[in-house]
């Protein structure tokens, strides 16, 4: 089906045929849900066993009695996991609550009010900007929208974001006071940064607002699907180029032990951190130790981080494999559709052809099928092209998603038609 080739007539008989066949399946009434990457209740369930390990010994190894107050940076267990978890030294991460977005979100409030290290708080600057390579992570863009942030879309590429664009906008602009990377399995591309764009990125110290920082959201720095796919240290790169202050990585155990109730990690500079410090002693007396004290038993009694997280591939793979097959075998031959073949992470990510996206995401939900907002992907919800839509495998049932999946590539190809047939009208 190469629609840019077909006449009217083959189009109009193609459209009676899907249309046809899209009525059968509304008389079904689904009721499918593929729009938020959540882990499945049989990932959650491979983590049941942090539910009674402590046994009433509430006692760290260094003596600390978790159930009181105090510990502002956390357990030195759990720091060492994040550390694991990061690449980075034990010495360098504070282990907090359950979300690394809240710990995002404070330490965007913490640049904005008071500045990183003593540098200008970016609310003083005329028009403080975030660079945010697009299709990304929409809750990136909700923090920055919610304190009046500007956002330049940055287009992404196969190694990552378009680094050529990047540096001029940081080279030419002394209020751009930051870029918000997803580097592993990318949000949702699935892409992971090269050595050349992650040394690039750790060279922007040099030219950049020296408030500048990288948000380094390795959110999936664990979640392979097969193979190991490495990826360079930013931790390394920026001291090599002594930018080591431009950097703040952030990660969670969130996909990997309980989604709600799990530990999350920021690392950085000593002078970031007394920064993010000096804030936090106003905010809390102190995390959720017992929790952290559960995961540190969970992974040095019960398992290991990297066999946990193989059972994690094992549940999520065939979900991957179920997306890619219906794309490749409803859309592979066609003109119809662009997308990602992920090794790893929570997402597939698709590309109508311009302007059907929306229409897409709308016959999917008259359908049944719910599926991420068209223009999610985009800073203020806004696709330029019309055309990605974020695709979310982990959290439904095998047999829910490949119903699913036939919807989404029979919407793909009406919607698509339609399109066509109006231009030629």
Not at 118 to 131: D, N
Not at 152 to 157: D, L
Request: hydrophobic share 35%; net charge negative; with cysteine.
């Amino acid at each position: 089906m190469h629609i840019e080739s077909a006449n009217s007539a083959q189009l109009t008989e193609w459209e009676k045929e899907l249309s046809a066949h899209y009525e059968r399946i509304c008389q079904h009434e689904l009721n499918l849900d593929i729009t938020r990457g959540k882990p499945s209740a049989e990932q959650l369930n491979l983590s049941d066993k942090l539910d009674g390990i402590l046994s009433a010994d509430y006692r760290a190894a260094d003596g600390t009695d978790t159930r009181n107050y105090g510990g502002l940076i956390g357990l030195t267990c759990a720091r060492e996991l994040g550390a694991d978890m990061l690449q980075v030294p034990t010495e360098e991460v504070i282990a907090c609550g359950n979300s690394s977005l809240t710990l995002m979100y404070h330490a965007v409030m913490t640049g904005y009010l008071f500045g990183f290290a003593g540098t200008t708080p970016w609310r003083e600057l005329k028009e403080p900007k975030f660079l945010c390579p697009v299709p990304g992570y929409d809750r990136h863009f909700t923090i920055c929208e919610q304190l009046g942030i500007g956002m330049i879309n940055i287009p992404m590429g196969e190694g990552g974001p378009d680094m050529d664009a990047v540096e001029k906008h940081v080279k030419e602009d002394g209020d751009i006071i930051g870029i918000w990377c997803v580097p592993k399995y990318s949000n949702p591309t699935g892409i992971t940064y090269s050595p050349e764009t992650v040394e690039r990125l750790a060279q922007l110290g040099h030219t950049a607002n020296p408030g500048f920082r990288i948000f380094w959201d390795n959110a999936y720095s664990v979640h392979d699907l097969g193979h190991y796919v490495g990826l360079p240290s930013i931790r390394s790169a920026t001291l090599e180029n002594d930018t080591v202050d431009s950097v703040l990585q952030f990660a969670s155990t969130s996909k990997v032990t309980h989604a709600g109730s799990g530990v999350a990690f920021v690392s950085a500079s000593s002078a970031n951190l007394d920064s993010l410090k000096q804030q936090m002693q106003a905010m809390t007396i102190g995390p959720d130790k017992v929790n952290q004290l559960r995961h540190s038993r969970f992974f040095a009694e019960h398992t290991t981080l990297k066999d946990h997280m193989h059972k994690h591939a094992d549940i999520l793979k065939p979900k991957f494999e179920c997306v890619l097959e219906h794309l490749q075998n409803g859309l592979g031959d066609t003109d119809l559709g662009r997308w990602e073949k992920p090794e790893g992470g929570y997402f597939v990510s698709f590309n109508t052809r311009p302007g059907c996206a929306k229409a897409v995401v709308k016959l999917a939900a008259d359908a049944g099928v719910k599926l991420t907002p068209a223009g999610a992907t985009f800073p203020y919800g806004k696709d330029p092209e019309d055309s990605n839509i974020r695709i979310a495998p982990s959290f439904p049932p095998l047999d829910e998603l490949d119903t699913a999946m036939a919807v989404f590539v029979l919407c793909v190809k009406l919607a698509s038609i339609r399109q066509q047939l109006q231009k030629l009208a």
